[in-house]
């Protein structure tokens, strides 16, 4: 079992946030080498984005990115 919590300093961008979060949860289940997990947010517009094509003008497209590859590579469900 393992967890992990963070802090933005001077940042009040809630999107940013969510999607960091799930970015360093995905992180954090590779590095010990789970493959299989339910991933779930309580944020539907982080949801949509992940789950929606893909997306070249948006200020987070490389996080966006990182993220899509994380979920290819192990077995999301949620």
Known sequence: MSDFSGYFQNSS??????LYAIYKGL??????GITDFIC????LHC???LNGPPMRFHAYTVLIQDLKE???QGKCFG
């Open 13 to 18: 961008d809630i999107l940013y946030a969510e």
């Open 70 to 72: 994380l979920l290819e």
């Open 27 to 32: 992180l954090l289940a590779k590095k010990m």
């Open 40 to 43: 779930y947010s309580d944020s």
């Open 47 to 49: 949801i949509n984005i």
